[in-house]
T-cell receptor, first 106, second 114 residues
């Protein structure tokens, strides 16, 4: 079955430290992968999609077909990055999961 | 465009009551999704529609839940009768079309069933 896994439910880092949120997938072929972010009590919003290969708010994510991963990275975390992050996979529709709650400590 | 609109934003009701959640997708979008978000299970897809037709309702937890999309600009999610375990945030999202998988989410409805 095609699926995406975020192995960490909770992740805490200190402000200024690098952060990496893990996402592993098991899709065959060329999956379409995204990162969505949900700030406290707000709606989910698209952060990145792998086909655009852009950097948003200092975050980047590279599709690694060898490792079947699409980890989200930022070299210097900020307190305002604290949020819930989802890496949904895409077949006919996005499949979300439990996400990773990132907390950036002062 | 105002984005996806959901109402009410908050709903508090008593067990056994009927609850109706409403969603207006982005104009021109032809797919609509209902999700439920809880701490335990994260974000779960309940049902989605393409061109007002329900395509996959396998995520609907039980017969107490039903969803309709009478036209391209309106959908409802109904819970009857409601139970305390239905307490969650319910999100609606819309998508422009097949081939473009980006979904746009509404602000959610926070449901509390006492």
């Amino acid at each position: 079955a095609q699926r995406v896994t975020q192995p960490e439910k909770l992740l805490s880092v200190f402000k200024g430290a690098p952060v990496e949120l893990k996402c592993n997938y098991s899709y065959s072929g060329s999956p379409e992968l995204f990162w969505y972010v949900q700030y406290s009590r707000q709606r989910l919003q698209l952060l990145l999609r792998h086909i655009s290969r852009e950097s948003i708010k200092g975050f980047t994510a590279d599709l690694n077909k060898g490792e079947t991963s699409f980890h989200l990275k930022k070299p210097f975390a900020q307190e305002e990055d604290s949020a819930m992050y989802y890496c949904p996979g895409s077949a006919r529709q996005l499949t979300f999961g439990s996400g990773t709650q990132l907390t950036v400590l002062p | 465009d105002a984005g996806v609109i959901q109402s009410p934003r908050h709903e508090v009701t008593e067990m056994g009551q009927e609850v109706t959640l409403r969603c207006k997708p982005i104009s021109g979008h032809n797919s609509l999704f209902w999700y439920r978000q809880t701490m335990m299970r994260g974000l779960e897809l309940l049902i989605y529609f393409n061109n007002n037709v329900p395509i996959d309702d396998s995520g609907m937890p039980e017969d107490r839940f039903s969803a309709k999309m009478p036209n391209a600009s309106f959908s409802t999610l109904k819970i009857q009768p409601s139970e305390p375990r239905d307490s969650a945030v319910y999100f609606c999202a819309s998508r422009a079309g097949v081939g473009n998988n980006e979904q746009f989410f509404g602000p959610g409805t926070r449901l509390t069933v006492l």
